[in-house]
Structures are given as C-alpha cells and as structure tokens.
C-alpha cells in the first residue's frame, strides 16, 4: 500500500533554532518527493520537489534531503523565524498514474 | 491575481443541503486536482481532470461527490445531500504538466 508517514506530529521551537522534520514513504514506483509548507486557513505552498537522482536540494532556510534507497526523506529548517509556523506536508508521487500521496504533516510552531 | 481561486471560502450547509464547491484554476492549466482535507491530517485525493476529461475518480467517497470540468478550465465540485463527515476543507490544485501543482486556498465546509 502507498503510504507516506511524517515525524513528529507537531514540534515547538524557539525562534533562530534549526529543526529537521522527517518523512517515510513506502510509494512505488517512485516520481518525485516534494514538501509543501501550509499556513493557517491557506493551501499548500511548494518547497521543494526532488526526483530520483537528487540527495539534496535548498530553498533558502530551508534544505531537503532524499535517500531513494531506504526511502526517508528530510526537511531541515535553519534559523527558525515566527513566519515559519506552518504545517509541513511531505508529498510523494508515484510513476505510475496521476495520484499524489500525502503524509499527515508536521505542524512547526516557532516561538520568541 | 494570477493563482488559483476558490468560492466560496467558507460554507455553512445544513445536513441534507446540496452544496457546490468553484474552482478557478491558473489560466492555461491542463491539469486540476481536488482533495478533501480533514482537521490537522493531510489532504486526500479526490478526483482528477485533463482538460474537461474526468481521468481519475478514485478518491470520491461515495455516489454523493461529483465533479465536472465542462470546458476545461473552471471546475466545480458538488455534494448532494451533505453529512456532517463531509465537513472538511476542500482544496483544488492545477498544474501544466503533473509535476507541480498549485494549490488554490480551499473552501472550508462546516456541515450542520
């Protein structure tokens, strides 16, 4: 069964610390991988998205890794600001049709 | 703008009602996506168009959703005779090639 699970469920940190937020997947064939930041009562904003090929891709603060092998992925945020409150949404594509899986999210809440 | 709209934002319906949900997707797109998204889980698919063609339905929960994409661009999205698991956020996504979506802010459904 496809399924993509994220860790933590939630996470507080102060504002300017780092913090990395995790993804496993069990989609197959494998497309890509992106991560999507949500705001509050908004859709989801892309980040990063990541085939096959790519270990690790940034976006400013904000770097993602992939392992295809043992089909982690990672979302590490640097120098954590208050706008970086969000839910984050680990989404994987599959090969085959037009289906996107996505995980539950981690909602990151950043603190002064 | 020039992202992706959705009316209403908010909907209140009495269990029973009928409700429709609009889309507008990013002018051009060939792609549209609808998902449902329960309170603090992830979105689920629901349904995919090509153009007008309804390629994908899968993701409906029962015979009470349905979708159309008469032209290919504007989308809408019904559910007859609501119930009150229906009460989620309901967000759309267009994409010009499937490897990238853009998420429109969704239409929250609070059924009574």
């Known amino acids: 069964k496809n399924q993509v699970e994220q860790s933590p469920q939630s996470l507080i940190i102060l504002e300017g610390k780092n913090c990395t937020l995790q993804?496993?997947?069990?989609?197959?064939?494998?497309?890509?991988l992106r991560w999507y930041k949500q705001d509050t009562g908004r859709g989801p904003v892309s980040l990063t998205i990541?085939?096959?090929?790519?270990n690790t891709k940034s976006n400013g603060r904000y770097t993602a890794t992939l392992d295809a092998d043992t089909k982690q992925s990672s979302l590490h945020i640097t120098a954590s600001q208050l706008s970086d409150s969000a839910s984050y949404i680990c989404v994987v594509r599959a090969n085959t049709g037009n289906q996107f899986y996505f995980g539950t999210g981690t909602s990151l809440t950043v603190i002064p | 703008g020039a992202g992706v709209s959705q009316s209403p934002r908010y909907k209140v319906a009495k269990r029973g009602q009928d409700v429709a949900l609009r889309c507008d997707p990013i002018?051009?797109?060939?792609?549209l996506f609808w998902y449902q998204q329960a309170l603090g889980q992830g979105p689920e698919f629901l349904t995919y168009?090509?153009?007008?063609?309804?390629?994908?339905k899968s993701g409906l929960p029962s015979d009470r959703f349905f979708a159309e994409r008469p032209e290919g661009s504007v989308s809408t999205l019904k559910i007859q005779r609501t119930q009150q698991e229906d009460s989620a956020v309901y967000l759309c996504?267009?994409?010009?090639?499937?490897?990238?979506?853009?998420f429109g802010p969704g239409t929250r459904l609070t059924v009574t």
């Open positions: 990541m085939t096959f090929s790519e």
């Open positions: 993804c496993n997947y069990t989609v197959s064939p494998f497309s890509n």
């Open positions: 168009f090509q153009n007008e063609a309804q390629l994908d």
């Open positions: 996504a267009s994409s010009s090639a499937v490897a990238e979506q853009y």
């Open positions: 002018s051009g797109h060939v792609s």
